[in-house]
């Protein structure tokens, strides 16, 4: 508990340190995704329907649904370097396989550093590589 506590320190840190750079929120033209929705490239998990999609506000504010539970968390960017820090997931009585299969995706997500767009694929780089399709729709 307390290394999870303090790696949310140290993520909400780094994000207030590349805030003072006058580096967030970087707009639309940089080409992060702000104020669009993206849906993660991976097919549902047993026992779900839902593939996990990614809301994200002009100012870097995410909502997310994952294959069970959902929440809130915050982007910011500076280039190509990406910090997201989750909230608390929202426990809605997810079987054990799919509620972990949750927190590894949002742990994957935390732990990027690095972003990249091509076209219409927004990818996140971290010791586990997240894909991720813009909703055009």
């Not at 990406?82 to 426990?91: C, N």
């Not at 927004?122 to 399709?133: E, K, M, Q, V």
């Amino acid at each position: 508990m307390a290394a999870r506590f303090g790696f949310r320190s140290g993520v909400i840190a780094a994000a207030a340190a590349i805030g003072s750079m006058g580096a967030w929120p970087a707009s639309a033209q940089d080409g992060f995704p702000f104020g669009l929705e993206m849906t993660l490239d991976a097919p549902p998990q047993p026992g779900s329907k839902r593939v996990p999609s990614l809301e994200i506000g002009d100012s870097g504010e995410a909502r997310f649904e994952l294959w069970c539970k959902g929440g809130k968390g915050q982007f910011s960017v500076a280039g190509d370097t990406v910090i997201f820090a989750a909230g608390p997931l929202e426990d809605r009585s997810c079987s054990p396989e799919i509620a972990k299969a949750d927190d590894d995706l949002v742990a994957a997500l935390s732990a990027a550093g690095t972003w990249e767009r091509q076209g219409d694929e927004i990818s996140f780089a971290g010791p586990t590589r997240l894909r991720f399709h813009l909703n055009t729709n």
